[in-house]
């Protein structure tokens, strides 16, 4: 499998999920991959925690 298969499929799989709520709601795609989402706290300044990343909207 080379990485135009690995983007194919991707790309399917994508396609297959309800993605249109991702920011609110991962659920779709969580089940859809049959994962399980771990939430971790984070220290202040730890990557993730909000003070390296700002939504432009905000």
């Given at each position: 499998m ?43 300044g ?13």
């Amino acid at each position: 499998m080379d990485e135009a298969d690995i983007t194919q499929k991707a790309r399917a799989f994508v396609t297959k999920v309800d993605v249109s709520g991702i920011r609110e709601d991962l659920t779709p795609y969580v089940v859809a991959a049959n994962a399980k989402v771990k939430k971790d706290e984070l220290d202040e300044g730890e990557s993730g925690s909000g003070n390296h990343f700002r939504h432009p909207t905000n």
